[in-house]
């Protein structure tokens, strides 16, 4: 099966697409995007967030053949054409939220959908509940919480 | 495995009669995660997401017709205020991940006595729109469920729609689980107050082989509320509720929880969704 899609902004083929693979196998070992992290292969633990057609969902629950024709951006296609850092990674770096680091573009990508449906800074109940499924098994989520109002303080979006 | 993506609802009935083995898939948060740990191989999977109808719903007379691929996250935003219920339930499902691609047809499709969609569904008498190339048919959703994760649907039918009545009165939904986020629930229940008709209704998730009411609960709440008069619940009335709906549940030892706690849980649950209901239409009588 071939599957094509939009991905950051690229018209993108995959070919021999086994039909009951996922997204973040086709982002991940067919299209060499291994930022979105392959952790618990069941939506549990958010490492594999990307954008699709606008939502943030788990790349490992979407069907290879459900992208065909999807617009996604992963966590690469939120870093600027010169490999700046955005406002939500540069928060990250900054307010020490990354350590083993496997969580992170995950967490990135849901900050990013946060921040982007939010009108004003969140509150910390608002933050929680949005990271709900995005597990970090390093940080205890102190140094995330800092980096998500860090990032809203400068307007985020 | 063949992946079939049908662009119309007729395509789709067509395919299922085709392929009566094939698997539908829509939010995938069930069947994905059967896939990736290999536990099944179905012969083939039916792509519903590109189905438009069903990601549909409006009013259809007495009830709110929903497509069943309207997802939880829009469940909540665009239909919290007709279905207050559902809404509540559909809040505590999984992350804003999984609300964003999971489905009140996946929920009922899967049919597991776990569905955080079922206990409000049940408690506000919803029906089951299922379809075939044969025809539709509407089944209640008390009716729906026949054992874990099984159900009345025949293999070429399709979920087309769910039909629930807007609110008419107070409704709650309460979880247990062991932590406040991505939970399956340990129990669950809902209940809806239908002022006009003088009537409770129940749902029970996670405590039974299937989801299911609790019958005499809601007939002893029929006949004890003052529905003309609402003045506060007396104790003995909340516990006889919490005992009857504990009654109604048949729970297992799993691993998530007992037998026993879960009845003992059910019963706080009940009470607690009960006062809080009865209070909200202290305040504010009917819609």
């Known amino acids: 099966m071939r599957v094509t899609c939009t991905i950051n902004g690229e018209l993108r083929q995959a070919d021999d697409v086994w039909p009951g693979e996922s997204l973040l196998y086709i982002l991940r070992e067919r299209l060499g995007l291994p930022g979105s992290k392959n952790a618990c292969e069941q939506g549990e633990c958010g490492s594999c967030t990307v954008y699709l057609d606008g939502l943030a969902v788990c790349a490992c629950l979407v069907a290879a053949g459900q992208a065909e024709g999807a617009v996604i951006t992963t966590v690469e296609g939120l870093t600027g054409a010169d490999g700046a850092l955005n406002t939500v990674q540069q928060a990250f770096v900054e307010a020490g939220a990354v350590q083993c680091g496997f969580c992170t573009p995950g967490l990135v990508v849901a900050v990013h959908d946060l921040l982007a449906r939010s009108q004003a800074p969140p509150s910390d109940p608002d933050i929680r509940e949005a990271l709900a499924g995005n597990l970090c098994r390093c940080t205890g989520y102190e140094k995330i919480m800092d980096a998500v109002r860090l990032a809203a303080s400068r307007g985020a979006r | 495995m063949e992946f079939l993506r049908p662009a119309s609802w007729d395509e789709a009935l067509a395919a299922k009669a085709a392929h009566p083995d094939a698997v539908p898939i829509a939010g995938g948060t069930d069947v994905m995660v059967e896939l990736n740990f290999d536990r099944g191989r179905p012969a083939a999977l039916l792509d519903l997401t590109r189905i438009s109808t069903l990601t549909e719903w409006g009013s259809d007379g007495d009830h709110m017709r ?164 609402p003045v506060a619940l007396t104790e003995a009335v909340e516990r006889r509720f919490g005992d009857l709906v504990a009654a109604a549940a048949s729970p297992i030892d799993d691993v998530r929880g007992t037998a026993a706690y879960r009845r003992q849980a059910l019963s706080v649950l009940a009470r607690r969704t009960l006062r809080w209901a009865w209070d909200a239409y202290r305040t504010e009588p009917a819609r």
Not at chain 2, 98 to 111: E, H, M, Y
Not at chain 2, 120 to 127: C, K
Not at chain 2, 201 to 224: C, D, H, K, N
């Open chain 2, 66 to 229: 929903v497509g069943a691929g309207v997802t939880y996250q829009r469940i909540i935003t665009e239909l919290g205020s007709v279905l207050p219920g559902l809404a509540m339930a559909s809040r505590s499902v999984g992350s804003p991940q999984i609300r964003n691609r999971g489905t009140v047809g996946g929920n009922l499709g899967s049919a597991s006595p776990a569905g955080d969609a079922h206990p409000p569904l049940l408690a506000g008498d919803a029906i089951v729109e299922l379809a075939s190339v044969r025809g539709v048919r509407q089944v209640p959703v008390a009716d729906f469920f026949t054992g874990p994760k099984r159900s009345v649907a025949e293999p070429d039918e399709l979920i087309s729609a769910f039909l629930l009545a807007p609110a008419s009165g107070p409704e709650q939904f309460s979880k247990v689980g062991t932590r406040n986020a991505m939970v399956i629930s340990v129990c669950s229940f809902a209940i809806a107050l239908h002022p006009w008709q003088r009537k409770v209704g129940t749902g029970i998730g996670s405590a039974a082989p299937t989801p299911r009411r609790a019958f005499e609960a809601e007939e002893m709440l029929a006949v004890e509320l003052s529905w003309e008069r």
